[in-house]
């Protein structure tokens, strides 16, 4: 695990474990809405977005520590 005890550090590390779990909650809402309005080429960019926002959570909760 990645540590470190500046507080700016810190700050930054729980504030990226609140955002990226609500955006790959985000992309699926947005994935939904476009699917139901069959835009399909936005749905791909939400799917995609969701890929990132959700390989960043693991990383976030995997590799650093508070």
Known sequence: MITNSNPAWRASVRSMRLLCPLGVIAAAAV???????ERYELMAVAAFCGGVSTMLTWIQWRWFSI
């Open 31 to 37: 994935g939904y809405l476009d699917w139901s309005y």
